[in-house]
Protein backbone atom coordinates (compact mmCIF):
# COMPACT_ATOMS: atom_id res chain seq x y z
CA UNK A 1 0.00 0.00 0.00
CA UNK A 2 1.25 3.84 -0.01
CA UNK A 3 0.83 4.91 2.96
CA UNK A 4 -2.09 7.51 3.02
CA UNK A 5 -4.62 6.52 4.74
CA UNK A 6 -3.10 7.59 8.28
CA UNK A 7 -4.52 9.49 11.45
CA UNK A 8 -3.67 13.35 11.75
CA UNK A 9 -2.48 13.23 15.25
CA UNK A 10 -2.81 16.62 15.69
CA UNK A 11 -6.24 16.67 15.90
CA UNK A 12 -6.95 13.10 17.88
CA UNK A 13 -7.04 12.96 21.53
CA UNK A 14 -4.56 11.38 23.22
CA UNK A 15 -6.68 8.80 24.38
CA UNK A 16 -7.93 8.19 20.73
CA UNK A 17 -4.03 7.69 19.81
CA UNK A 18 -2.96 5.36 22.18
CA UNK A 19 -6.00 3.00 20.93
CA UNK A 20 -5.18 3.50 17.35
CA UNK A 21 -1.24 2.37 18.44
CA UNK A 22 -2.76 -0.94 20.08
CA UNK A 23 -4.10 -1.88 16.37
CA UNK A 24 -0.88 -0.64 15.12
CA UNK A 25 1.36 -3.03 17.35
CA UNK A 26 -1.33 -5.37 17.63
CA UNK A 27 -0.94 -5.98 13.39
CA UNK A 28 2.48 -5.50 13.80
CA UNK A 29 2.68 -8.56 16.11
CA UNK A 30 0.50 -10.46 13.71
CA UNK A 31 2.84 -10.12 10.80
CA UNK A 32 5.81 -11.24 13.03
CA UNK A 33 3.97 -13.84 14.59
CA UNK A 34 2.71 -15.47 11.22
CA UNK A 35 5.39 -14.40 9.28
CA UNK A 36 8.74 -13.60 10.76
CA UNK A 37 10.62 -10.11 10.30
CA UNK A 38 9.92 -10.06 6.62
CA UNK A 39 6.30 -10.17 7.83
CA UNK A 40 6.60 -7.58 10.44
CA UNK A 41 9.04 -5.13 7.50
CA UNK A 42 5.14 -5.04 5.39
CA UNK A 43 3.26 -3.06 8.40
CA UNK A 44 1.05 -0.38 6.75
CA UNK A 45 -0.79 2.60 8.21
CA UNK A 46 -3.28 1.91 5.11
CA UNK A 47 -4.01 -1.82 6.60
CA UNK A 48 -4.16 -0.42 10.23
CA UNK A 49 -7.37 1.56 9.42
CA UNK A 50 -8.84 -1.59 7.74
CA UNK A 51 -8.07 -3.71 10.89
CA UNK A 52 -10.00 -0.75 13.12
CA UNK A 53 -12.22 -0.46 10.66
CA UNK A 54 -13.46 -4.58 10.46
CA UNK A 55 -12.92 -4.49 14.19
CA UNK A 56 -15.24 -2.11 14.74
CA UNK A 57 -17.95 -2.80 12.57
CA UNK A 58 -18.08 -6.74 13.92
CA UNK A 59 -16.64 -6.28 17.16
CA UNK A 60 -15.13 -9.71 17.80
CA UNK A 61 -13.43 -9.81 21.13
CA UNK A 62 -9.81 -9.19 21.50
CA UNK A 63 -6.50 -9.95 22.86
CA UNK A 64 -4.74 -7.59 25.12
CA UNK A 65 -1.17 -7.53 25.89
CA UNK A 66 1.56 -5.62 26.32
CA UNK A 67 5.27 -6.65 24.89
CA UNK A 68 8.57 -5.10 23.92
CA UNK A 69 9.33 -4.70 20.86
CA UNK A 70 13.01 -4.40 18.77
CA UNK A 71 11.05 -0.70 17.58
CA UNK A 72 10.78 0.43 20.76
CA UNK A 73 12.81 -1.97 23.11
CA UNK A 74 12.39 0.28 26.29
CA UNK A 75 8.76 0.33 27.21
CA UNK A 76 6.38 -2.16 26.54
CA UNK A 77 3.17 -1.48 24.71
CA UNK A 78 -0.09 -2.45 24.42
CA UNK A 79 -1.50 -4.21 21.75
CA UNK A 80 -4.63 -5.88 20.71
CA UNK A 81 -5.39 -8.23 18.27
CA UNK A 82 -7.92 -11.41 17.19
CA UNK A 83 -8.79 -13.23 14.12
CA UNK A 84 -9.80 -10.43 11.87
CA UNK A 85 -5.91 -8.75 12.57
CA UNK A 86 -4.95 -12.30 11.12
CA UNK A 87 -7.07 -11.79 8.20
CA UNK A 88 -5.48 -7.81 7.57
CA UNK A 89 -2.04 -9.60 7.87
CA UNK A 90 -3.06 -11.78 5.10
CA UNK A 91 -3.71 -8.76 3.29
CA UNK A 92 -1.22 -6.89 4.09
CA UNK A 93 1.03 -9.41 2.28
CA UNK A 94 -1.00 -10.61 -0.48
CA UNK A 95 -0.95 -6.91 -1.73
CA UNK A 96 2.84 -6.34 -1.35
CA UNK A 97 3.66 -9.38 -3.10
CA UNK A 98 1.79 -8.77 -6.33
CA UNK A 99 2.70 -5.08 -5.88
CA UNK A 100 6.57 -6.40 -5.57
CA UNK A 101 6.03 -8.56 -9.05
CA UNK A 102 4.62 -5.69 -10.97
CA UNK A 103 7.69 -3.52 -9.91
CA UNK A 104 10.13 -6.71 -10.78
CA UNK A 105 8.58 -6.72 -14.58
CA UNK A 106 8.69 -2.95 -14.19
CA UNK A 107 12.18 -2.25 -13.24
CA UNK A 108 13.46 -5.72 -13.26
CA UNK A 109 14.86 -4.34 -9.44
CA UNK A 110 16.99 -7.51 -8.15
CA UNK A 111 15.75 -7.18 -4.88
CA UNK A 112 11.92 -6.59 -5.50
CA UNK A 113 12.17 -9.92 -7.05
CA UNK A 114 14.15 -11.34 -4.02
CA UNK A 115 11.37 -9.96 -1.80
CA UNK A 116 8.45 -11.19 -3.98
CA UNK A 117 10.26 -14.64 -3.91
CA UNK A 118 10.96 -14.57 0.24
CA UNK A 119 6.66 -14.31 0.11
CA UNK A 120 5.84 -16.58 -2.70
CA UNK A 121 5.28 -19.29 0.05
CA UNK A 122 2.96 -17.55 2.33
CA UNK A 123 0.87 -16.22 -0.85
CA UNK A 124 0.45 -19.53 -1.94
CA UNK A 125 -1.28 -20.05 1.39
CA UNK A 126 -2.94 -17.27 1.23
CA UNK A 127 -4.67 -17.55 -2.09
CA UNK A 128 -5.92 -20.94 -0.74
CA UNK A 129 -7.71 -18.85 2.13
CA UNK A 130 -8.95 -16.05 0.00
CA UNK A 131 -9.11 -17.07 -3.95
CA UNK A 132 -11.80 -13.81 -4.38
CA UNK A 133 -9.35 -10.77 -3.15
CA UNK A 134 -6.42 -12.82 -4.60
CA UNK A 135 -7.84 -12.57 -7.85
CA UNK A 136 -8.76 -9.18 -7.87
CA UNK A 137 -5.36 -8.03 -6.58
CA UNK A 138 -3.45 -9.78 -9.04
CA UNK A 139 -5.79 -9.08 -12.05
CA UNK A 140 -6.22 -5.20 -11.48
CA UNK A 141 -2.06 -4.85 -10.81
CA UNK A 142 -1.65 -6.92 -14.29
CA UNK A 143 -4.51 -4.56 -16.03
CA UNK A 144 -3.11 -1.48 -14.51
CA UNK A 145 0.70 -2.49 -16.05
CA UNK A 146 -1.93 -3.06 -19.55
CA UNK A 147 -2.73 0.62 -19.22
CA UNK A 148 0.79 2.07 -18.06
CA UNK A 149 1.74 0.38 -21.26
CA UNK A 150 -0.86 2.15 -23.49
CA UNK A 151 -0.33 5.63 -21.21
CA UNK A 152 -4.20 5.47 -20.71
CA UNK A 153 -5.73 8.99 -19.74
CA UNK A 154 -9.27 8.22 -18.46
CA UNK A 155 -8.89 8.88 -14.61
CA UNK A 156 -11.71 6.32 -13.62
CA UNK A 157 -10.32 3.71 -15.83
CA UNK A 158 -6.91 3.78 -14.14
CA UNK A 159 -7.71 4.72 -10.60
CA UNK A 160 -10.54 2.01 -10.65
CA UNK A 161 -8.46 -0.63 -10.74
CA UNK A 162 -7.04 0.27 -7.12
CA UNK A 163 -10.83 0.64 -6.24
CA UNK A 164 -11.91 -2.49 -7.42
CA UNK A 165 -8.81 -4.51 -5.43
CA UNK A 166 -9.51 -2.66 -2.18
CA UNK A 167 -13.28 -3.16 -2.59
CA UNK A 168 -12.76 -6.82 -2.49
CA UNK A 169 -10.10 -6.69 0.03
CA UNK A 170 -12.09 -4.81 2.70
CA UNK A 171 -14.90 -7.53 1.88
CA UNK A 172 -13.70 -10.04 4.98
CA UNK A 173 -17.37 -11.24 5.01
CA UNK A 174 -20.73 -12.25 3.26
CA UNK A 175 -23.24 -10.04 4.80
CA UNK A 176 -25.52 -7.37 5.14
CA UNK A 177 -22.94 -4.96 5.59
CA UNK A 178 -20.85 -6.34 1.96
CA UNK A 179 -22.18 -3.98 0.03
CA UNK A 180 -21.01 -0.71 2.15
CA UNK A 181 -17.91 -1.70 2.69
CA UNK A 182 -16.96 -2.46 -1.05
CA UNK A 183 -17.85 0.87 -1.68
CA UNK A 184 -15.95 2.26 0.90
CA UNK A 185 -12.70 0.07 -0.56
CA UNK A 186 -13.18 1.52 -3.71
CA UNK A 187 -13.51 4.80 -3.35
CA UNK A 188 -10.57 4.96 -1.11
CA UNK A 189 -8.67 2.77 -3.47
CA UNK A 190 -9.84 5.17 -6.26
CA UNK A 191 -8.33 8.14 -3.74
CA UNK A 192 -5.42 6.25 -3.06
CA UNK A 193 -4.16 5.88 -6.54
CA UNK A 194 -4.84 9.19 -7.96
CA UNK A 195 -3.12 11.27 -4.56
CA UNK A 196 -0.01 8.44 -4.93
CA UNK A 197 -0.25 10.12 -8.43
CA UNK A 198 -0.05 13.17 -7.68
CA UNK A 199 2.72 13.45 -5.14
CA UNK A 200 4.74 11.45 -7.08
CA UNK A 201 4.18 13.63 -10.54
CA UNK A 202 7.25 15.81 -10.79
CA UNK A 203 9.14 12.61 -10.09
CA UNK A 204 7.35 10.63 -13.00
CA UNK A 205 7.77 13.96 -15.49
CA UNK A 206 11.58 14.02 -15.06
CA UNK A 207 11.63 10.74 -15.39
CA UNK A 208 9.40 10.11 -18.24
CA UNK A 209 7.40 7.52 -16.34
CA UNK A 210 3.47 6.89 -16.56
CA UNK A 211 1.38 8.84 -15.15
CA UNK A 212 -2.07 9.50 -15.35
CA UNK A 213 -2.24 12.96 -13.96
CA UNK A 214 0.28 13.76 -17.10
CA UNK A 215 -2.30 14.13 -19.55
CA UNK A 216 -3.95 17.33 -17.17
CA UNK A 217 -0.95 18.93 -15.96
CA UNK A 218 -1.23 21.81 -18.82
CA UNK A 219 -5.12 22.46 -17.79
CA UNK A 220 -5.22 26.10 -16.47
CA UNK A 221 -7.60 24.45 -13.71
CA UNK A 222 -5.65 21.73 -13.10
CA UNK A 223 -4.86 22.11 -9.31
CA UNK A 224 -8.81 22.59 -8.93
CA UNK A 225 -9.44 19.50 -11.04
CA UNK A 226 -7.12 17.16 -8.98
CA UNK A 227 -8.18 18.78 -5.51
CA UNK A 228 -12.79 18.50 -6.83
CA UNK A 229 -11.32 14.75 -8.19
CA UNK A 230 -9.58 13.76 -4.76
CA UNK A 231 -12.82 15.55 -2.32
CA UNK A 232 -15.48 13.49 -4.62
CA UNK A 233 -13.51 10.11 -4.01
CA UNK A 234 -13.37 10.52 -0.29
CA UNK A 235 -16.78 12.09 -0.09
CA UNK A 236 -18.24 8.95 -1.33
CA UNK A 237 -16.32 6.74 0.86
CA UNK A 238 -17.04 8.88 3.78
CA UNK A 239 -20.55 8.67 2.73
CA UNK A 240 -20.49 4.76 2.51
CA UNK A 241 -18.57 4.82 5.68
CA UNK A 242 -21.61 6.75 7.26
CA UNK A 243 -24.20 3.67 6.64
CA UNK A 244 -22.11 1.26 8.32
CA UNK A 245 -23.23 0.85 12.21
CA UNK A 246 -20.21 1.74 13.77
CA UNK A 247 -19.87 3.04 17.20
CA UNK A 248 -16.45 2.12 18.97
CA UNK A 249 -13.52 3.16 17.74
CA UNK A 250 -15.84 5.73 14.96
CA UNK A 251 -13.48 9.40 15.91
CA UNK A 252 -10.57 7.45 15.14
CA UNK A 253 -12.14 6.33 11.98
CA UNK A 254 -13.35 9.94 11.76
CA UNK A 255 -10.53 11.29 11.87
CA UNK A 256 -8.61 9.24 9.77
CA UNK A 257 -11.18 9.59 6.66
CA UNK A 258 -12.24 12.77 7.13
CA UNK A 259 -8.68 14.39 8.04
CA UNK A 260 -5.82 12.20 8.37
CA UNK A 261 -6.03 10.96 4.42
CA UNK A 262 -5.45 14.64 3.26
CA UNK A 263 -2.07 15.06 5.24
CA UNK A 264 0.27 14.00 2.65
CA UNK A 265 -1.50 15.64 0.30
CA UNK A 266 -1.61 18.94 2.03
CA UNK A 267 2.15 19.00 2.72
CA UNK A 268 2.54 18.66 -1.35
CA UNK A 269 0.67 21.28 -1.57
CA UNK A 270 2.49 23.70 0.81
CA UNK A 271 6.22 22.56 -0.49
CA UNK A 272 4.81 23.21 -3.89
CA UNK A 273 3.55 26.72 -3.01
CA UNK A 274 6.69 27.50 -0.54
CA UNK A 275 8.78 26.05 -3.96
CA UNK A 276 6.87 28.80 -5.59
CA UNK A 277 7.32 31.48 -3.67
CA UNK A 278 10.69 31.05 -3.49
Keep these: MFGYVICNKNEMKIRDY ?8 GLCHTLLKRYGRKGQALLSYDLTFLNILLESLYEEPLTERKERCIVHPVGKHH ?47 IEKLYPGQARAVR ?27 LAEVFSYRSDEWTDEMQMVGFYLGKYIYLVDAYVD ?10 NVW ?37 EILRNILYSGVWVRYNSCKEKEIKGAKE
Design 139 to 165: ECISQLSVYEKKNESDLDKVAGLTGHM
Design 214 to 250: KHYVHRKDFDALVENTLTMMMSECARFFERLPIVQND
Design 201 to 210: LKKDVKKGSY
Design 18 to 25: ETYRSYYC
Design 79 to 125: MVYNEITEYTADMCVLLTYYKLLDDWKDEHSVPRRAGAQALAGAVRK
